[in-house]
């Protein structure tokens, strides 16, 4: 079993649309969660970064997790074609500690 | 935010031969750089960790004979692979951490091809 799993996708949407992406994991002890976002062919740039359980809202994007059920949740409100990427969530036991990836959500908007 | 830059950004070899990818962070002092390697459609696995000044930490099962890791300085880690084969072509991609607790910043990515 992954430590991480994310659904792959591809997900595809109208542009206006509210976008649900999401992560399950099985290390108790990850408390740091982050969303990264990657253009085809261009590295990871890091979108939210929330420690421990709780919602962070921070322009359209909202990131909310949940401890107790082990699930991460990126919400992208009024999605625009240029929130067309891949989405991976990632995870870390403290804040300087490795990172663990989920498979990424390729994300498309269609205009 | 800060920038990290890699170099070269695409690169295409014969079998057997060498190749240097660098990762440079052009603001700010890196004293950790992790090197992931990431084939299409899937994540990134990360494949050893450096810190400025001493050897890298290797993953399980990534060779370090075969990828070999340098971090000379606190601006410059660079992964060499070595006796290339067509299985070693993927996109290989660079963080750095400025602080033990910093946020980590990612390169653009190198895509080697191996033919």
């Known amino acids: 079993q992954k430590e991480v799993e994310q659904d792959p996708g591809p997900l595809s949407v109208p542009e206006g649309a509210i976008v649900s992406l999401n992560c399950t994991y099985s290390?108790?002890?990850?408390?740091?969660f982050m969303w990264y976002r990657q253009y085809s062919r261009k590295g990871p740039e890091l979108l939210m970064y929330?420690?421990?359980?709780g919602n962070k809202e921070d322009g359209r994007f909202t990131a909310q997790v949940d401890k107790s059920s082990k699930y991460i949740s990126l919400f992208i409100r009024d999605s625009q074609p240029s929130d067309s990427a891949t989405y991976l969530c990632a995870m870390s036991v403290t804040s300087g500690s490795r990172l663990t990836f989920g498979e990424g959500t390729q994300l498309t908007v269609n205009p | 935010g800060a920038v990290v830059s890699q170099h070269p950004s695409r690169v295409i070899c014969k079998s057997g031969t060498s190749v240097k990818i660098e990762c440079r962070s052009l603001d700010f002092q890196a004293t950790t750089m992790f090197w992931y390697r990431q084939f299409p459609k899937q994540s990134l696995m990360l494949m050893a960790t450096s810190n400025e000044g001493s050897k890298a930490t290797y993953e399980q099962g990534v060779e370090k004979d075969k990828f070999l890791i340098n971090h000379a300085s606190l601006t410059l880690s660079t992964l060499t692979v070595t006796s290339a084969h067509p299985e070693d072509s993927s996109f290989y991609i660079c963080s750095a951490r400025a602080r033990a607790q910093g946020e980590l910043f990612f390169g653009e990515g190198s895509r080697l091809t191996v033919l």
């Open positions: 290390n108790s002890a990850f408390q740091y």
């Open positions: 929330t420690y421990s359980s």
